[in-house]
């Protein structure tokens, strides 16, 4: 079993940053891929981005590339999802998972945890 806990999230202004964190504890962490997804009310859950147990392949939606940046921390055993240049349509709750895939498909994670509100306002 692998625990996981997000933190970081809050409201802030469009254009803003902020940092997700997911710490997890149990099983060795180092031997999980790890993903972010988020869901925004009245939407389903969607991948936002993923990176493999070695921390050398990271892969994001279309709609966050080239504004968040996905990493771990194998020491702190803690993944990081760092947001910039936030737009009120990245509103959502957002959630890190763990599992033997690094894949964009939500259902193939075998860990998630409670996840944390992101709100950025206009």
């Known amino acids: 079993q692998v625990q996981l806990v997000e933190s970081g999230g809050g409201l802030v202004q469009a254009g803003d940053s902020l940092r997700l964190s997911c710490a997890a504890s149990?099983?060795?962490?180092?031997?999980?891929?790890m993903g972010w997804f988020r869901q925004a009310p009245g939407k389903e859950r969607e991948f936002v981005a993923r990176?493999?147990?070695?921390?050398?392949?990271?892969s994001y939606a279309d709609s966050v590339k080239g504004r968040f940046t996905i990493s771990r921390d194998e020491a702190k055993n803690t993944g990081y999802l760092q947001m910039n240049s936030l737009k009120p349509e990245d509103t959502a709750v957002y959630y890190c998972?763990?599992?033997?895939?690094?894949?964009?498909?939500?259902?193939?994670?075998?860990?998630w945890g409670q996840g944390t509100q992101v709100t950025v306002s206009s």
């Open positions: 998972a763990a599992g033997h895939y690094a894949t964009p498909l939500a259902r193939l994670y075998d860990y």
């Open positions: 990176i493999i147990w070695s921390g050398s392949s990271t």
């Open positions: 149990g099983r060795t962490f180092s031997n999980y891929a």
